[in-house]
């Protein structure tokens, strides 16, 4: 009998093992706005963006935190893949999506979105910087 509840028992702790393990791997992806974002520094100086290529994980939340160091600069950045038909669905999901974001000098700003589709994404510096500005690019890759 007690060899019986013992089985019984390691039956019973599998299930429950398999359940969570079910659980955590389903729920995660769907419970990725609750603050679990990967958080990605970058600076933006003239005429750049350290350090492009940014690469994310597809279905990764991120957290895209750009310093302005030495002007005021701006990000701008297209949410459909390149190459891409530009009417198609969007392959990046922002909280609060923008144009342009003003990066302003010495200052931080916290860009969030969800990389939801493979594939590159080019942006660009969106306030007129200097002699350089035009060239002032980089990209985003969402990797499988
Ligand atoms: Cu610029």
């Known amino acids: 009998m007690r060899k019986f509840v013992a089985h019984a028992l390691v039956l019973v702790l599998a299930a429950v093992g398999v359940w969570l393990s ?6 995660r992806p769907a419970r990725a706005g609750d603050g679990s974002a990967q958080v990605i520094q970058v600076t933006a100086k003239k005429y750049e963006y350290s ?3 940014i690469h994310v994980k597809r279905g990764a939340k991120i957290e895209l935190k750009i310093t302005a160091i030495d002007h005021d600069h701006g990000f701008s950045i297209f949410p459909v893949p390149d190459g891409a038909n530009s009417n198609g669905p969007a392959g990046l999901v922002f909280t609060s999506p923008q144009e342009c974001w003003q990066l302003k000098k010495g200052e931080t700003t916290t860009i969030e979105f969800l990389a939801q589709t493979v594939g590159t994404y080019s ?4 306030h007129v910087c200097g002699l350089g500005h035009r060239g002032m ?3 985003l890759v969402v990797d499988q």
Do not use: E, N, R
């Open 22 to 27: 079910v659980v955590f791997l389903y729920l």
């Open 51 to 53: 350090s492009a290529p």
């Open 123 to 126: 942006f660009k510096c969106c």
């Open 137 to 139: 690019k980089g990209q």
